[in-house]
Structures are given as structure tokens and as C-alpha cells.
């Protein structure tokens, strides 16, 4: 079976690993344009994610039998139209179902026809508008704090979580700077601002049949104590403490199956990888976003968890017959640790040799995960982006994982190589600074 994974993270290397490890049947492998770590275990080919014909040729020429897809901007570009209309194999939701990540006020929107829990809002068509709601109190006084969000995909940036009404002042000067692309900022959420713990669920999704992965949680800061400037995410855990089951039953029957059958009522129905960011506050849980597409990092933790064949389960989407498919996980936890490069999130600088990797690769029940690594002339570990890899362990319980994954970590070591050291330890949230 040739299978095609498209993206280049930690994420994508996780999805190859579980392929290798979960599936007994004979396996190639393909990754555009993936990275050195997943080079280890599959071809590489240097397309861009954002080429979409070329992809689709690529699976066409290689004949490829499935194609998954990593990343949010392909899937809002209508990737998986193009390949359906191609007749290739390919799991993900199309354009018009993407748009519940790729359009935020379209989610807003769609959770308000469907009654989905989520924070109240309002959307400006324009900077200045949305700064007269600010100013006409819908959402608390000079010194209460709000949440600006631009409407379309801006990598994580397009989101402010203002302490009060100068804060999102300035993050509204931001988006007028240009801090996301244009486009993305069309349109401006004004958003009530929640507080609690936040969790990820993970669906694996056709239609209204679905099933729930491990609860995970991420923590999007750079600083320990949840602190500095928002990421990508600087690790992960899966563990029973993340989700009661009481609270998982209520976002089940609340969020996730309204949420899918409103997609099937609207002629979108739900095909792929779905994942609900949530709060939950003292009234009850609430969406924060949907995205269409694994987490990174928290595919890394979940994916290690993972004993049925990921290929089958792929398989199964891409087909539309989840039907009754069993999907079993370890009842381990499991802990992933971000190790990024100097300068991030801002600006990373990349280049620097990795050391150590190969110490830290013979540990037990550790996998890392390559998120940005090149090869250098004498092939040693390169850093090559700011999220450099993902160090992830699973455990009898939270504490052993993150012991195995802080132990491995620390036999890695290239200059100005920072992580943060209470991963699992924090709620991954806190009111704070403009991020
Ligand atoms: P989003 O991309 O919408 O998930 O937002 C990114 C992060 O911003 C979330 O993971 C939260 O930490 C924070 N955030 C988003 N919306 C809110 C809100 N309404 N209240 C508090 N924090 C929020
Ligand atoms: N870890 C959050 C995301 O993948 O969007």
C-alpha cells in the first residue's frame, strides 16, 4: 500500500511513525515536502503544500492508494475537491466543510445555527467597527478583558487575548499593521472572554458516525507558567486528569454530535480528522475553534497511544464507513516536549547543530519527532525552523512519561535550545499579555 502524507512537522512525522508501527501490511510511504527525520522513513519530495495540482499529479503519477493530509491551508485551498475530482484516495473534509477552521466567523456563525456552546461575539466587517464595539461596552468596561480574533488562518497570530480595552486597542493596530495577511483579517471577532482549564478532542469523523481519540491538552505559551507569547505549542499530554468523564459524555452530546450533524444538514457532511478546542468554564464547556486537521503537538502524544491500524482507520474515512470499527488506545499517558530553537516564536534562527540525538533516540518508550531538521554536508542534525522536534514519551502514568520525556530531552543539545519544563504541570492557559 503506498500512502502520501502532505506537510512537513512534527505532526506529519507522528502520523508516519503510527503508519509504520500500527500496521501490519507492507507499506511505502511518501511525504511532500516532509523533513530529515521523516526522510528516515519515507520518500520525500520537495512540493510545496500550497501547490495543489502538483500534489494531486505527484499521487496520480506515483500511484499512490491514499493520501492524508496534515496541515489547515491546503484543506482551506479545496485540496481534497481536487483530488476527488481526480478519482484519488484522500483523507480530509473539502473546502466547504475546511471553512469551519479557515473562517472563524463562519464558525461563529455556524455553532449559533447549531446551539454549540461557545463564547459570545460579534463580528466587525472592519477594523474601525470592530473598534466601536469595543467602545460601546457590549463586552465590559476599560478594564475588562476581551478576545480579538481575525477571521481567516494566520498560523496562530491572528489571535489577541487582551487584559483590557488598551490591549485590544493595540492588537487591533496590529491587524491594521498587517500582522496577518489582509485577507485573513477581512473580518474581526470581538469575543467575551472565557476562563478555565482548555482541552483538544480529537475526532476521527464520517458523517455522523465518529470516534474520539484521547483527550489531550496543549500549552500554546512559550514561558513556563504559561507565559510570553502564544506558539504553535510547546508540548502536549494525554492523561486521564485532562477530561472527567462526565465533562467528556456532555461535550459529546453538546459540541461534537451537534456539531456533526449540522455539518451533514448543511450539505457539508464531516469527512476526516476533526478537533474542538475547548474551555471548560464554570457553566459548562465552551468551543474555542474548530480546526479540520490533527493538532501539533497533540498528535505526537495521542498517535503513541494508538494500537489499531492507522492505515485501516485512514482507509476507512477516505471510503465513508467508519461503521463499526473498533479504535483501541493504550490506557497508558503519554507527554510530548517541544524542543525549539533559539528565538522563537519571534524569529528562530536555524542552522545550528543538533547533538545528542542519537543518546537520546536509545531510550525506552521515548519517540521523537523531527518538526524542522535538516541534514548538513557530513550529515549531521541541522536545526531548520522554530519548532525543531518533539520529544514524546508514553508512561504508566503522567509523571512517568514526562520523566521519560525530560530525561531524554536533556541528552539533546544544540546553542540557545530552549524548552519548558512544566509541560503537563500547568492548565496551558492563562489570562495574560496580548499574545
Ligand atoms: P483559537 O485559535 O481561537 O483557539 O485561540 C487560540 C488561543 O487563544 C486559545 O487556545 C485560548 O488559549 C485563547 N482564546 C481564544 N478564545 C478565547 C476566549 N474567548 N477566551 C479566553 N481565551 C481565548
Ligand atoms: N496545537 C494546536 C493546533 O494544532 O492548532
Redesign the pocket.
Given at each position: 500500500m503506498k500512502i502520501f502524507i502532505v506537510g512537513s512537522g512534527g505532526r506529519e512525522h507522528a502520523i508516519c511513525c503510527s503508519l509504520r508501527q500500527t500496521s501490519k501490511r507492507p507499506m511505502e510511504l511518501f511525504c511532500a515536502p516532509g523533513n530529515a527525520g521523516i526522510a528516515q522513513i519515507a520518500h520525500c519530495s520537495p512540493i510545496p503544500v500550497s501547490d495543489t495540482a502538483a500534489l494531486a499529479t505527484f499521487a496520480h503519477e506515483n500511484k499512490i492508494d491514499l493520501t492524508m493530509i496534515g496541515p489547515e491551508a491546503p484543506l482551506a485551498d479545496g485540496i481534497v475537491d481536487v483530488f476527488e475530482q481526480r478519482g484519488l484516495k484522500i483523507v480530509g473534509p473539502n473546502r466547504n466543510a475546511a471553512r469551519l477552521e479557515s473562517s472563524?466567523a463562519f464558525a461563529k456563525d455556524f455553532m449559533r445555527r447549531h446551539a454549540i456552546p461557545t463564547?459570545s461575539?460579534h463580528v466587525a466587517s472592519s477594523i474601525e467597527e470592530a473598534a466601536r464595539i469595543l467602545e460601546s461596552g457590549e463586552f465590559g468596561g476599560e478594564h475588562d478583558?476581551v478576545?480579538i480574533?481575525a477571521d481567516g488562518l494566520a498560523a496562530?497570530k491572528?489571535?489577541f487575548?487582551a487584559c483590557d480595552r488598551l490591549q485590544a486597542s493595540e492588537a487591533l493596530d496590529e491587524l491594521k499593521r498587517g500582522v496577518v495577511a489582509a485577507e485573513a483579517a477581512s473580518k474581526i471577532i470581538v469575543?467575551?472572554?472565557?476562563?478555565g482549564p482548555?482541552v483538544s478532542v480529537l475526532l476521527f469523523s464520517v458523517g455522523k458516525d465518529f470516534r474520539l481519540m484521547p483527550a489531550a491538552r496543549?500549552h500554546?505559551r512559550v514561558g513556563e507558567g504559561d507565559t510570553g507569547p502564544?506558539t504553535g505549542g510547546m508540548g502536549s499530554i494525554t492523561d486521564s486528569s485532562v477530561l472527567d468523564e462526565a465533562t467528556r459524555v456532555r461535550i459529546v452530546c453538546e459540541v461534537v454530535e451537534p456539531t456533526l450533524r449540522g455539518c451533514a444538514a448543511e450539505g457539508i457532511p464531516f469527512r476526516g480528522i476533526l478537533f474542538v478546542?475547548l474551555?471548560l468554564t464554570h457553566d459548562g464547556p465552551?468551543v474555542?475553534?474548530y480546526n479540520v486537521r490533527f493538532g501539533d503537538p497533540e498528535t505526537q502524544a495521542i498517535l503513541v497511544r494508538l494500537q489499531t491500524d492507522l492505515a485501516e482507520i485512514f482507509e476507512a474515512i477516505s471510503e465513508t464507513r467508519l461503521g463499526s470499527m473498533g479504535i483501541n488506545w493504550s490506557s497508558e499517558s503519554s507527554a510530548c516536549v517541544v524542543l525549539a530553537a533559539k528565538g522563537y516564536p519571534a524569529k528562530p534562527e536555524t542552522g545550528a547543530i543538533i547533538e545528542g540525538l542519537d543518546r537520546a533516540r536509545l531510550h525506552e518508550h521515548v519517540s521523537i519527532f523531527h518538526a524542522a531538521t535538516t541534514r548538513g554536508a557530513n550529515g549531521e542534525w541541522l536545526t531548520a525552523g522554530g519548532r525543531v522536534l518533539g520529544v514524546t514519551a508514553i508512561g504508566e502514568t503522567l509523571d512517568v512519561a514526562l520523566s521519560r520525556c525530560y530525561a531524554a530531552a536533556s541528552e539533546i543539545h544544540w546553542p540557545g535550545m530552549h524548552y519548558r519544563r512544566d509541560i503537563g504541570r500547568t492548565r496551558?492557559?492563562d489570562?495574560g499579555a496580548v499574545?
Open positions: 472563524k463564547a461575539h478583558p478576545v480574533k496562530g491572528g489571535v487575548v469575543e467575551e472572554t472565557l476562563e482548555e496543549d500554546k502564544n478546542g474551555m465552551r474555542l475553534e496551558g492557559h489570562l499574545s
